[in-house]
């Protein structure tokens, strides 16, 4: 479990392929206290630590996962949005985030609103509806509010609003057009969604 408040920005180190893909990835985390099979979201994704040394850590990403997240995450030189997993007493500053990715969203618009920037993104039809303004939702990792969703019967586009911390503290802050990024929705309307389906489909 984790909250979408991101404490560390790695860098993906080396990319190899195994049975499955083994990323190291640069840290500024004390390794001392991260445990062999300790939980830690990489861009949204719950990954395992396989390995790890003074200033890296090891994780494998399966083709399952790779099939269904951001392919630019998984390469050398990469920039990851990490985040350790909630512990017992800890702050809830973001919103519940589970680490498994609902889609991959594709950026169509980044321009500067403000002090802000105002990122545009379009997402499968499929989990639109259960995006809402106003509700959280969360992209590489990062716990955002929604600012306004819209649809043309066939394509959903949303978008939210990057403060210059955030911009400054995630890689949110160098996405440009064209760029994918992973999306989770919040888990409230996930549940939701599966409740209404198996109502639906028993015909109550």
């Known amino acids: 479990m984790f909250t979408g408040i991101v404490t560390d920005v790695g860098i993906v180190r080396s990319a190899e392929q195994r049975g499955d893909l083994r990323l190291d990835i640069r840290t500024g985390y004390d390794l001392a206290e991260v445990a062999i099979g300790a939980s830690i979201a990489c861009s949204g994704v719950c990954l395992t630590v396989v390995d790890k040394g ?27 949005n990490l985040e350790r997993s909630l512990r017992l007493g800890d ?19 980044a321009y500067p609103e403000g ?10 039809g499929g989990i639109g509806p259960m995006i809402a303004a106003k509700g959280s939702i969360a992209l590489d990792g990062v716990s955002l509010t929604v600012n306004s969703v819209a649809s043309d019967g066939e ?3 949303f978008s939210v609003n990057i403060i210059p911390h955030t911009a400054k503290h995630t890689t949110l802050g160098a996405i440009a057009v064209g760029e994918h990024l992973n999306v989770e929705i919040d ?17 109550v």
């Open 187 to 203: 888990v409230l309307a996930r549940y939701l969604d599966r409740m209404l389906a198996t109502r639906s489909h028993a015909g």
């Open 91 to 109: 702050e809830m500053g973001g919103h519940i985030v589970t680490g498994h990715v609902d889609a991959v969203a594709k950026v169509t618009g």
């Open 54 to 80: 003074d200033d890296w850590f090891a994780v494998d990403v399966s083709a399952e996962t790779q099939s269904h997240t951001a392919p630019e995450r998984w390469q050398e030189g990469a920039r990851l």
């Open 115 to 124: 002090d802000s920037r105002r990122i545009e993104l379009e997402v499968p």
């Open 155 to 157: 394509n959903w586009r």
